[in-house]
């Protein structure tokens, strides 16, 4: 069982940033991948980023140069760092962990970029 707790969204200006944690009751370095969703209002869950366990990474079209992530395997934590932050970018994200074959998700933590 893998437990995922994601903090850091709020509520920031167009072109600002913020970083997002995504922290694991389990050992991350054994966790395949790690995933960044986010699903704004009336759409459908989209994938923002991921990273293997060998830190290949891989972003959504609409989001590169923008965000990077990143993980901390001493700390069990994964981080989403979002910079000129886009009206678009509002969403509630969400964490994401493939292991051994099971998806495990957090309760998200919203995001609003406003103009």
């Known amino acids: 069982q893998v437990h995922l707790v994601e903090s850091g969204g709020g509520l920031v200006q167009a072109g600002g940033s913020l970083r997002l944690s995504c922290a694991s009751s389990g050992s991350i370095p054994s966790i395949n991948t790690m995933l960044w969703h986010r699903q704004a209002p009336g759409k459908t869950r989209e994938l923002v980023a991921l990273i293997t366990s060998g830190d290949r990474t891989n972003y959504a079209d609409s989001v590169k140069g923008r965000f990077t992530i990143s993980r901390d395997n001493a700390k069990n934590t994964v981080y989403l760092q979002m910079s000129n932050l886009k009206p678009e970018d509002t969403a509630v994200y969400y964490c994401?962990?493939?292991?051994?074959?099971?998806?495990?998700w957090g309760q998200g933590t919203q995001v609003t970029v406003s103009s």
């Open positions: 994401e962990a493939i292991f051994l074959g099971n998806y495990y």
